[in-house]
């Protein structure tokens, strides 16, 4: 597993919330595939991610959110 926005394959860990609500053992290692199949929804959702600090990505004039009622969105 390869780093995540920043985060180490390290700093990874998969639990089983229902068997171990404490989350006290890692699985990551046994369940690589997994980790690899939830890491890559992550990249996924992160791409569709709106940036927070209200500038638009990409840096479109037609994205500004005062054209959309003070909301960063997609246009068409």
Excluded: K, W
């Excluded at 390290?10 to 699985?27: A, H, K, N």
């Amino acid at each position: 597993v390869g780093p995540v926005d920043g985060f180490p394959a390290s700093s990874v860990m998969l639990f089983d919330v229902e068997s171990d609500p404490s989350e006290t053992t890692d699985l990551s290692a046994e369940y690589p595939e997994v980790v690899a199949n939830l890491t890559a929804l992550i990249v996924a959702l992160n791409a569709t991610a709106v940036d927070s600090s209200g500038t638009c990505r990409p840096a479109d004039p037609l994205q500004d959110p005062a054209l959309h009622n003070g909301t960063c969105t997609p246009y068409n």
